[in-house]
């Protein structure tokens, strides 16, 4: 099956949020004017249409806020660091990545990293990185950036985005690092709206035909039946990325079928480092739930279910489990031992007999590298 067309998807992109707003307002229209304006007259107010409003206002709302935010995308550079981005305007040791994660490196309050700094008087090493299987820092030619971790490229939007969760046409763009916490409120939100509306318009409406005589209005089978959908399916889905968020894990992270790469710097010169090869199943950025849903939906829980402020950090360095990163640097040590003994034992065997020259190159370039 071959991919959209870039008309085809900018046509989506351009009519699903129409069409997003147009149900959601004629839902609300018909909740309210044509259902509990008729069958709740000279009845006793039951707060139903204040809930319901409040619901449906922080899905607009919501939903606002995922269009108009970008998701974010990492700096445009050719080099893996800039020395104006180093501290205190030192220069900075550029054969490292451009992003890498040290726990001492790491502001746990802001949930940003800094660099490596060569006057540091604390050994921050080692530090790790997500990386191509040869060690070098992921790179896009397309637009022209070193990635961060979380960072993919979306084919869609032809552009890449930081900690990208997946691409939606729903919203017209991805959904990645800036505007994820809005789009968990909107389903969120929405998901509670349809639920809310189902289960409360469908009594009034069967005590409406059954006992005051009312005459069915077709828009009420079809609110009931939006609302149904609405609620059953937007609930589970945002049930889906609750869990996501408590345990630190994107949709793109989720269904991925390849082990990470991860590089493994023992010092400062960015030539002395080892890449491990880490399971799929292994989550790297799990942490503790209150951290993660921290990192996510922000420090202050009056803003959690407020789409006014994103979550913390900048989007370019996340921190690592505690225990993967432990076990990561001890495979790398280990994986360095070995390489040492295997390059002490070759030397004998080289003098001794005709061994390939262009293996033996291969295994002392490699070890000398690492």
């Not at 806020?65 to 700096?75: A, C, W, Y």
């Not at 690092?177 to 469908?202: D, Q, R």
């Not at 993967?324 to 640097?329: A, K, Q, R, T």
Request: glycine letters at 6%; charged letters at 20%.
């Amino acid at each position: 099956m071959s991919p959209p067309s870039p008309l085809a998807a900018k046509i989506a992109g351009s009519i699903l949020p129409v069409v997003v707003y147009g149900l959601l307002s004629y839902t609300w229209y018909v909740y309210i004017f044509r259902v509990c304006a008729y069958l709740l007259l000279n009845k006793p107010p039951d707060h139903s249409v204040e809930a319901a409003s409040i619901l449906w206002f922080m899905a607009i709302i919501s939903y606002t806020r995922v269009l108009f935010t970008s998701p974010g995308k990492p700096v445009n550079a050719r080099t893996p660091l800039l020395s104006t981005e180093s501290n205190q305007g030192a220069l900075a040791p550029t054969g490292l990545p451009r992003y890498y994660y040290s726990p001492k490196l790491f502001n746990w309050t802001t949930m940003t990293s800094r660099y490596v700094d060569p006057q540091d008087k604390i050994d921050v090493m080692p530090i790790i990185s997500v990386s191509k299987q040869d060690g070098q820092p992921k790179y896009c030619n397309l637009c022209e950036c070193f990635k961060p971790d979380r960072a993919h490229h979306c084919k869609e939007c032809n552009a890449c985005v930081i900690k990208m969760d997946h691409h939606c046409p729903w919203v017209s763009g991805c959904v990645g690092f800036a505007n994820y916490k809005f789009f968990f409120l909107f389903v969120f939100y929405t998901g509670c709206y349809g639920l809310w509306v189902f289960v409360s318009a469908l009594p009034l409406v069967i005590t409406g035909i059954k006992d005051m005589n009312a005459p069915l209005d077709p828009h009420w089978i079809a609110l009931i039946i939006i609302a149904f959908i609405f609620g059953m399916t937007v609930v589970g889905f945002a049930g889906v990325h609750a869990a996501y968020i408590l345990r630190n894990e994107t949709t793109i992270e989720h269904l991925a079928d390849r082990p990470n790469e991860i590089r493994v710097d023992f010092d400062m010169s960015g030539q002395n480092y080892e890449v491990v090869s880490v399971s799929v199943y292994d989550n790297l950025w799990e942490r503790k739930k209150g951290e993660n849903w921290r990192q996510v939906m922000g420090n202050s829980p009056w803003g959690w279910f407020l789409p006014i402020k994103r979550g913390l950090g900048d989007g370019a360095v996340f921190p690592y489990n505690d225990a993967m990163f432990s076990e990561i640097v001890d495979r790398a040590r280990k994986q360095r031992e070995n390489m040492d003994i295997r390059a002490y034992e070759i030397q004998p065997l080289a003098t001794n007999t005709s061994y390939e020259p262009e293996r033996l190159s291969s295994i002392e370039s490699t070890a000398h590298m690492t």
